[in-house]
């Protein structure tokens, strides 16, 4: 009898062992050629992340430009002096003063960026607060694939 009760451990120890890397190598299989983009997926959705009191609501990426709609998130109104972004040529127009929770849209052009293609770049945000005219930058990533 106990050797009966082996035999059926030892058989589903092997069923196991030979389904689970069975299992695994369709994982790693499928995991390949997701990295390798086989499965479409071929748009990254933009991003936007800043730091410090100016926040990007959103972003777009165009043919030649960078869109961003930000807002202030300190508690004062502030100034934005200038904008700029690494790759792109162009600035915003200068002094444009939010109250707070205020948002505008700030375009800067000039860019690398073209249709279909991934782009990444940093932007910079200069404002001052009107109450102390202490200057401060925001700085922020864009990334994405451009419409």
């Known amino acids: 009898m106990n050797i009966r009760l082996k035999t059926k451990g030892q058989g589903a120890l092997e069923y196991i062992t030979t389904y689970g890397w069975a299992i695994l190598v369709v994982m790693i299989a499928g995991l390949v050629m997701w990295q390798l983009g086989i499965f479409g997926g071929t748009t990254t959705p933009t991003r936007c992340e800043f730091s410090g009191g100016v926040k990007a609501v959103s972003c777009v990426l165009n043919d030649g430009s960078v869109g961003l709609i930000v807002s202030n998130m300190g508690g004062q109104n502030i100034k934005i002096t200038k904008g700029w972004a690494d790759d792109c040529t162009g600035m915003p ?5 939010l109250g707070t929770g205020d948002v505008t849209n700030i375009t800067i052009s000039g ?4 249709t279909g293609n991934f782009f990444s770049t940093t932007v910079y945000v200069n404002y001052t607060s009107v109450m102390t005219t202490l200057e401060h930058t925001a700085t922020g990533t864009i990334s994405g694939t451009v419409e």
């Not at 860019?111 to 073209?114: E, F, L, P, Y």
């Open 93 to 97: 127009a200068p002094n444009i003063v």
């Open 111 to 114: 860019c690398s960026a073209t």
